[in-house]
């Protein structure tokens, strides 16, 4: 267990002391953000707008800007739980480019405990920065205006946080165990970060796709990671305009709002509850657990 727990810290360490990967993980996120200053609110407010067929009078302005609000830091946040976890498996890459994970396997270190050192440091670096800024921003819309959010809400979006990190730092290690560089894994870290903010629907709601689309989209954990995170981050906000409404549509404008933003994952014509994507989600962490640990057994072997 000791060398289990010492292997973990130092895959930990090299994240951390790597400023730069650390800066870079977070690239889309920061991407989200600044395409939200200059061109994307805008479109949400009126996607939402759009919505409300006469019903502008009713619903406070206020909560119209904290919902589009929560639809950035659920973006920003999303993107995180795919980035991170990936730059953070980086080291497997750098360890077999250098010749490392030889001296690695040569320890009495059993090899799925140095599968599982990789996973667990991965997915510590991943949930300790994607909470760091789930924490920055809930402080930052406190000030904006009220998410009408409670504290058992507030612990299940941390929840989600790290199941989120889970489930992408397990798929991506399947990944990352097919590239022999860091060059080819850095190229496909830059498909990665210009696709990640449209699969999780933060540029555009995936409603907005064809159904085609949405059903690739949906294959990934993420977008169910990020759907969740919508759905209870944004429950308070919904739950006051729809009380503002107070029933005199009968529920159909949040019923609206909801299918346009992607409240909950669609995929080949079934639409996920959050318990259902939770169960998802865990399935495809245990289906890449076993998938990484016989793919890292096997590339042993063949060197």
Request: net charge positive; aromatic share 12%.
């Amino acid at each position: 267990m000791k060398e289990f727990i010492g292997f973990t810290r130092r895959n930990l360490l090299i994240y951390f002391k790597d400023i730069l990967a650390v800066v870079f993980s977070l690239m889309t996120s920061i991407i989200v953000f600044l395409l939200y200053l200059l061109f994307l609110k805008g479109t949400f407010v009126d996607a939402l707008t759009s919505t409300m067929k006469g019903l502008e009078n009713i619903v406070n302005g206020r909560d119209v800007d904290m919902f589009v609000n929560g639809i950035l830091l659920s973006g920003i946040l999303g993107s995180a739980l795919i980035t991170i976890p990936y730059t953070s498996l980086q080291t497997i890459v750098k360890d077999r480019e250098a010749g490392v994970d030889s001296d690695i396997c040569s320890t009495p270190l059993k090899r799925w405990k140095i599968v599982l050192s990789y996973f667990t440091a991965s997915s510590i670096s991943a949930s300790i920065m994607t909470s760091l800024i789930l924490t920055m921003g809930l402080i930052t819309l406190s000030f904006m205006g009220d998410l009408y959010l409670g504290t058992l809400q507030i612990l299940a979006l941390y929840g989600i946080v790290l199941l989120g990190s889970l489930s992408s730092t397990a798929l991506f290690m399947v990944v990352v165990m097919l590239f022999r560089s860091s060059s080819t894994s850095t190229a496909f870290f830059g498909i990665l970060t210009a696709a990640a903010g449209f699969v999780i629907g933060a540029y555009i709601p995936l409603s907005r796709f064809s159904e085609g689309v949405q059903n690739f989209c949906n294959i990934f954990p993420a977008s169910h990671v990020t759907a969740m995170i919508r759905n209870i981050l944004l429950s308070g906000v919904t739950a006051n305009m729809d009380s503002s409404i107070a029933g005199l549509d009968n529920g159909l404008f949040i019923k609206a709002v909801k299918e346009t933003f992607t409240f909950n994952a669609v995929s080949f014509g079934k639409t996920f509850t959050d318990s259902s994507s939770v169960i998802y989600v865990l399935a495809i962490i245990l289906i890449s657990v076993a998938a990484m640990t016989i793919a890292y057994n096997k590339t042993y072997r063949r060197r």
